[in-house]
């Protein structure tokens, strides 16, 4: 028999090291290096793996011309269009954010257009799977569920069944006897997932695999699930909201960074049809800190209301500053901006910022928003209702362009926005809404707060 060795593998990034280290050499975290032994490849490893040939790519089929539609048309509009026979997919998020109920919606949609879905559950029970099968109107004919963590058992199964959908859920609770350590570990997650892999590529059947996060936000196990993987989808939102939003942050077939937004109700995940309508629904009428933002993050404009609070600080103590759903950094430089530019006196204030409908947002169009909402808190001045803010600012207080104007002022216009500050460089002329170009700060403040 072949030798065992020992490696130390990290948590994080699946990088490995012959001997145990406080931090890990390749990604720079600490304490996320453990022990697995290695196993020689045995019989069964490679009993997947395709006997291939090279062919002329002229002969290569386009799968992306065979897509399919899973049923629920702002999941197939996040996924560039639907599933692609063949590939691999990992839908991530925190525990009982809905992973389970979106892919047994997803299951039953495929099985009852296109024929035999197979949901693996190595978490819940049949019995529980049916229930909630029930409540999502989800049982027909040609889904058939298995309960089943053994890794290789569910691979002969899948060849067996030849479904055109295999849903894993999860991918954490899989494991293959050949490798020692306990499921959940790094070396049973890479393992398993490479055996889908291969399955998937090799039968053009499309697998989708449900993950779990640590609280740090991350994928449990190695980033090497991400790598392998065709796309990554991730759930965002707040558990105890009904609000849920799907984001891909991955996708071998199509754009990044598009959203899904969703509404947990007593049947299901059910997409929500006007997001924008939905987000400034709770919104507050003239009130000083709230200002909204077309925002737009892969193809879809969505409008956001940016809220801020600034109240004196504690004398003598120093001030805070807290944001929920945008990047801290970039806030701060936004905060020292006002400062040096505009002489607010932010020194002596704590800041909170917050995006209301707890989504989490990246672009840099947000910025001139985030600084007129503390502008329009500190000086309690509140900012026009039909007028949204737009654009990127810079160090020295210019405001840079943006790209989708064109979309983000029709959503505005859609939802009866009357205006829109916007980087005078974007400024075309023929605008469906009043436009107000700025090239400053200075000037955007002037407009919005300052009368
Ligand atoms: P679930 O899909 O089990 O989460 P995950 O697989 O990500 O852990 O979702 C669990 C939560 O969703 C649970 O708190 C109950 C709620 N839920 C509904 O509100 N409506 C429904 O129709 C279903 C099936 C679940
Ligand atoms: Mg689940």
């Known amino acids: 028999m072949a030798k065992k060795t020992v490696v130390f593998v990290c948590q994080e990034c699946g990088a490995e090291s012959p001997r145990w280290m406080g931090k890990c050499p390749v990604c720079g975290e600490w304490n996320t290096l453990v022990e697995e032994t290695v196993q020689p490849a045995g019989k ?16 290569i089929e386009n799968t992306a011309e065979s897509r399919f ?57 049949l019995a529980q799977l049916k229930l909630r099968a029930l409540r999502l109107d989800a049982v027909c004919e040609e889904l058939i569920v298995v309960s089943e ?31 020692p350590s306990p499921p959940g570990s790094v070396g049973q997650v890479r393992e398993s997932t490479g055996r889908f892999l291969q399955l998937a590529k090799g039968s053009g ?21 991400e790598h392998a993987v ?14 849920r939003i799907v984001r891909s942050v991955k996708n071998r077939f199509g754009s990044t960074h598009e959203i899904a937004i969703f509404e947990m109700s007593e049947r299901g995940l059910l997409p929500v049809a006007n997001p924008s309508q939905f987000l400034l629904s709770q919104r507050p009428e003239q ?81 001139l928003g985030m600084a007129v909402a503390v502008a329009s808190s500190i000086s309690n001045v509140s900012v026009n209702p039909l007028c949204a803010v737009l654009g990127e600012v810079g160090l020295v207080g210019e405001i840079r362009a943006v790209r989708g104007m064109e979309q ?43 009368g």
Request: net charge neutral.
């Open 149 to 179: 963590a053994n890794t290789n058992t569910i691979c002969q199964i899948i060849s067996d069944e030849k479904p055109v959908l295999v849903i894993v859920d999860s991918i954490q609770t899989m494991f293959v006897e050949e490798v």
């Open 44 to 59: 069964n490893a490679h009993a997947w793996v395709v006997k291939s040939k090279p062919l002329p790519l002229t002969q």
């Open 287 to 367: 009130s000083p800190g709230s200002v909204v933002v077309p925002y737009m993050e892969g193809t879809r404009p969505l409008l956001v209301e940016v809220q801020a609070l600034v109240a004196p600080a504690p004398f003598g103590g120093t001030p805070r500053r807290q944001t929920t759903g945008v990047d801290y950094q970039r806030f701060s430089i936004i905060l020292a901006v006002l400062e040096k530019r505009q002489g607010y006196p932010l020194q002596s204030h704590d800041v909170f910022l917050n995006i209301a409908g707890g989504l989490k947002l990246q672009e840099p169009a947000l910025d």
């Open 408 to 450: 983000r002022l029709a959503e505005l216009n859609r939802l009866g926005f009357e205006s829109c500050i916007i980087p005078s460089t974007n400024v075309q002329g023929h605008e469906p809404i009043k436009v107000y170009g700025v090239s400053t700060i200075q000037e955007a403040l002037r407009i919005a707060v300052r």
């Open 205 to 225: 059947i499309c697998i989708l695999l449900v993950g779990h996060v640590t609280k740090g936000g991350t994928l449990a196990g190695p980033k090497v699930l």
């Open 230 to 243: 065709d796309f990554v989808l991730y759930f965002e939102g707040e558990v105890h909201t009904s609000f």
């Open 69 to 125: 539609s899973t049923g629920i048309a702002e999941l197939d509009r996040v996924l560039g269009g639907g599933l692609v026979p063949g590939c691999l997919g990992l839908v991530g998020g925190d525990p009982g954010i809905g992973k389970s109920t979106l892919l047994l919606q997803v299951a039953s949609g495929v099985a009852r257009k296109l024929g035999r879905v197979l949901y693996v559950t190595g978490e819940e029970s």
